[in-house]
C-alpha cells in the first residue's frame, strides 16, 4: 500500500476539518499580546487580581463551534459590591474579542453563560471589573478537538 | 435566512428580591466574516451584536456581542425582581434589525 | 475484529496531525431525561442483531453536549421544532391548505408517528421517510412541488413531525410491502467496503464502535436522533446528510439523498435501533 498518500489524505483531512469548522478560514490569528492589551484596556494598567471570578469552560471541546462557558463572580450585587462588566477573551483567534457583560444591581448576581466559538486549542479568559475599580481574571485552557475522518 | 425567533424562559411568579434565572436563545447564523463561499469569496459578517434585557423600562443584564459568540446565540443571566412586571428582551442585528421579546412576571 | 487498513489510515491521520490515540473507552452510564420524559438510550437488541444491546448516540457524547440535549430549552434544535410548527400551520400554495388542513393538530395526528418510518410507500412501490412523506403531501394535496433535499423548510418540517415522537420506541413493520427486501439491500450496503480508504459503515460504527476516531467517540451510528442538531455546522442535519458525509469520509463518490441505495440504507440503519426512543432533536458533535 502507498504510505505517502495516505499520509496526504491525513493531512488533508486535518486541512479540511480546520477550514470546516467555520471560523478559520483567515490566516492571521490572534496573538496572547493582544489579549493582553486587551486585559489591560479593561483594568485600567492595574494588574487583575485572581479569586473571585470563577470562568467554567471544558477541558475538551467536542466541537469549536459551539463551546459553553459560564462567569461568576461572588459579589453581593449591592452598594458597593456591584460588578459592572466582565469580558470574556479568546487568546487563539482571529480576533480575541468574545463578548462583555454588563451587569447592574437588578441582575441580583454576576453571573452568565453562554456558547462561543474557538478556533483552536486556546485559553478563554474572564475579567471582571467592580463598580470601585478592583479587577479579578480567570482563565482555562479548552483543548479542540479534530472530528473523525471528514472532520 | 428565515426571520431570527426568540426564545425567552423565566418563572411566571417569584417571591419580592428573589434572585431569578432567566434563560434567552435566538434562531441566528452568525455569519462571523471569516468564512469563504465555495467561489472563495469572504461571505460578510453578520451578527447580532448586543442583547439587553430590561425590566419596568431599567437596563437589568446587557451584552455586547462579537463573532466568537455561536450561532443561534445562548444567554443565561440573573435578576432580582422587587415588583411584577414586564422584561424586555432586545436582540440587535447588524443589518439594523432588532427582534424583540417580552414576558410578565408576578411578584407576590 | 479490527480491520488493518482502517487501523493503518486512522493512524497516520493521528500521527499527521499528533492527536492522541485513545483506546475504547465506554459510553456513559446516564440516563437522558428530556421534560421530565426518560428516554430509552439502552435497549436489547433485535433478534438478528449484531450487538446485544442496542445504544444511542448520546452516551457516546461529552458531558456539556448531553446537557444540551437533555435541556429541551437551551437544545438548540427546539428553535427548529418551533419553525417547524409554523410551517406547518402556514397555508401555502394553490389548492389554499396546510399540513394543519388536514392534519389537524400535529401534537395528537402525528403523536409517535415519526417512530414508525420508512413505512412501505405502495404508490412509489419503494420505502417513504418522514421527508419524502411531506414532500408526496405537498404535491399531491397542497399543489406544490417537492422541496429541494435539505431546504431549511424540508430540515424544519421533518424535525418538528418528528420531535411529536419524542420518546416512542423506534420501530419498523418489515412486513409492509417490500419493505424486508429494502432491508437486505440495506444490509449489504451497510457491510460493503467503498471509497479510498475502503470502509463500510460497519468498520466504524459495528467494528470499532466505541473506539476513537481521532477525537471521536464512535457510536453505534443510530437514527434515532435525525434530523440532528450538529455542533460542527450550528444546524439541524438531516439523515441523508449525515449517510452522505460519511460515505464522502471514506473518499468515495456518495448516492444522491433519497436514492434507492440510501432509503435501503435508512430501512436498515433505522432497523438497528428498533427499541431507542426518537430523540429527534438530538444533539451531536
Known sequence: MNINRRQALGLSAGAVAFAATGFSALPALASAEDADKRIADFAGGKTPETGKLTLTAPEIAENGNTVPISVTVDSAMEGDDVVEEVMILADGNPNPDVATFHFSEASGAAAATTRMRLAKTQNVIAVARMKDGTTYVDKKEVKVTIGGCGG | MATPKPRVKLPKSASAGEVITIKTLISHTMESGQRKDSEGKVI?????????????????????????????????FSARVKESGTFKFTWVDDDGSVYEDEQTIEVK | MRHSLAIVGLGMMMAALQMPLTAQADPVDDALVIDDLEMVTRTKAPEGHPFDEVRSGWLYREAETRELEADSFQNPGMLYVEQGADIWNRI?????????????????????????????DADAKRPINVELQI?????????LEAYKFDHAEQKALTTY????????????????????????????????RTGQLNFACASCHEANSGQYIRADHLSQGQANGFPTYRL???????????????????RAEFPKAFSDELMALEVYVTWR??????ETPSVRQ
Open chain 2, 44 to 76: 460578510p459578517r453578520q451578527i447580532i451584536n448586543k442583547f439587553s434585557c430590561e425590566f419596568n423600562g431599567a437596563t437589568v443584564f446587557s451584552c455586547d456581542i462579537e463573532p466568537a459568540i455561536s450561532a443561534n446565540p445562548y444567554f443565561e
Open chain 3, 92 to 120: 401555502e400554495g394553490p389548492e389554499g391548505k396546510s399540513c394543519a388542513s388536514c392534519h389537524n393538530d400535529a401534537a395528537v395526528t402525528m403523536k409517535g408517528v415519526g417512530a414508525n418510518y420508512p413505512k412501505w
Open chain 3, 135 to 143: 414532500d408526496k403531501c405537498r404535491v399531491e394535496n397542497m399543489g
Open chain 3, 161 to 192: 413531525i418528528k420531535n411529536q415522537a419524542l420518546g416512542e420506541p423506534v420501530k419498523l413493520d418489515l412486513s409492509q410491502g417490500e419493505l424486508q427486501s429494502w432491508w437486505d439491500r440495506g444490509k449489504e450496503l451497510y457491510y460493503t
Open chain 3, 232 to 250: 460542527k455546522q450550528a444546524d439541524m442535519v438531516s439523515l441523508h446528510n449525515r449517510f452522505r458525509g460519511c460515505i464522502r469520509d471514506t
Open chain 3, 273 to 278: 435501533g428498533t427499541g431507542l426512543s426518537v
